[in-house]
């Protein structure tokens, strides 16, 4: 049985992500006494896209990195696979929060998060064909 050492790190780290991007969204809400929607609010709005954003990329780009994993890929790429994924999902909240206005780390983070997962998608093509 493999044990994912690699991916679960990663995961382990992107799980602290998540944790401080769903406190950004609780914070939004208490400070503008908002139950539900955003309210009308940006400051909601932009805290629940990049949650969202982040819910939306992270559990399949984990899913393809542990299934490359489980493939046999050398450690190095699945390495570079997590930190490449990290780096994204941590840049791209970065570059849509409303105290640092729109700025390049929200491209750099939606690129970056793109080819981890095409890279992880061609791996895996490449372990079940060949």
């Keep these: 049985m493999q044990n994912l050492e690699i991916t679960t790190l990663y995961a382990a780290a992107l799980g602290i992500v998540l944790l401080v991007l769903s406190v950004r969204v609780i914070r939004a809400r208490m400070e503008s006494e908002v139950s539900l929607g955003d309210g009308g609010f940006d400051a909601i709005l932009v805290a629940q896209r990049a949650h969202g954003n982040f819910i939306e990329y992270v559990p399949m780009a984990l ?11 050398p450690a190095w790429m699945i390495h570079s696979l997590g930190a490449g994924l990290l780096v994204a999902r941590i840049a791209h909240p970065l570059g849509i929060a409303p105290e640092f206005g729109v700025r390049p780390p929200r491209a750099i983070g939606s690129l970056l998060t793109m080819l981890v997962i095409a890279v992880a998608i061609a791996a895996l093509l490449w372990g079940a064909l060949f």
Excluded at 63 to 73: F, N, P, S
């Design 63 to 73: 899913l393809l990195i542990g299934l490359a994993e489980i493939q046999g890929h």
